[in-house]
Each structure stands twice: as structure tokens, then as C-alpha cells.
């Protein structure tokens, strides 16, 4: 279960081998669908 609250307005989970494939679906990806305005990404 998460708890989401303030700025968020959706989470996304994605694991990768390494810090580079994750940096590279998010940045190739996540960030050129339209309506995505902006991204942050947290490691856990």
C-alpha cells in the first residue's frame, strides 16, 4: 500500500538492471508521453 499525497498525481514503479536502463526508459519513455508534464524520480 502507498500513501500519496500533495504534488503526485500518480506513481510508477519500474526496475531495471542498472541505474542507467531505468534513467533511459524514463527519459526516452515516461517523459515524451504528452500529457506528462513532468517526471521526479526516487530510489528505494
Given at each position: 500500500?502507498?500513501l500519496?499525497?500533495?504534488?503526485?498525481?500518480?506513481?510508477?514503479?519500474?526496475?531495471?538492471?542498472?541505474?542507467?536502463?531505468?534513467?533511459?526508459?524514463?527519459?526516452?519513455?515516461?517523459?515524451?508521453?504528452?500529457?506528462?508534464?513532468?517526471?521526479?524520480t526516487?530510489?528505494?
Open positions: 500500500m502507498y500519496m499525497s500533495g504534488a503526485f498525481d500518480l506513481l510508477v514503479e519500474i526496475e531495471g538492471k542498472n541505474l542507467k536502463e531505468v534513467a533511459s526508459f524514463v527519459s526516452n519513455k515516461l517523459s515524451t508521453i504528452e500529457s506528462v508534464i513532468s517526471t521526479k526516487f530510489l528505494f
